[in-house]
């Protein structure tokens, strides 16, 4: 059996395992199908934004749909990825330093800031 994520995700995480086995939809869900359709997803939020659509709640459920799909097919621990995502984006954009700014960590780390 693969991973679960933590007790807050858990329900969520089985119901979409469930509905997926149920309807027998494992033998379509490789990692390159479901990263088309994250893509695919992203796109029509993106497009709900130009047009500036209500239906944003709907496409981002979608996309984490997908996206937990994606992650049970690879047997990724979402919640230990996202962790230390969160922890090298703290160590790579110190906060005194990029406040209010929008420059790539790689300029801050080439002593860009000592430039301007």
């Known amino acids: 059996m693969k991973k679960q994520c933590n007790d807050k995700n858990t329900h969520m995480f089985l119901s979409k395992r469930e ?16 990263a088309i359709s994250i893509s695919l997803e992203s796109v029509e939020l993106l497009e709900l934004f130009q047009c500036k659509d209500k239906e944003t709640l709907k496409e981002i459920a979608d996309i984490l749909i997908y996206t937990l799909s994606f992650s049970n097919q690879l047997d990724i621990d979402l919640d230990s990825v996202i962790i230390k995502k969160l ?5 790579e954009y110190n ?11 790689t300029y801050y780390s080439k002593g860009g800031e000592q430039n301007e």
């Open 95 to 105: 906060k005194t330093l990029v406040k209010g700014k929008t420059k790539k960590c």
């Open 19 to 34: 509905f997926i086995e149920e309807r027998d939809w494992n033998k379509f869900h490789h990692p390159k199908e479901l």
């Open 87 to 91: 922890n090298k984006n703290n160590r």
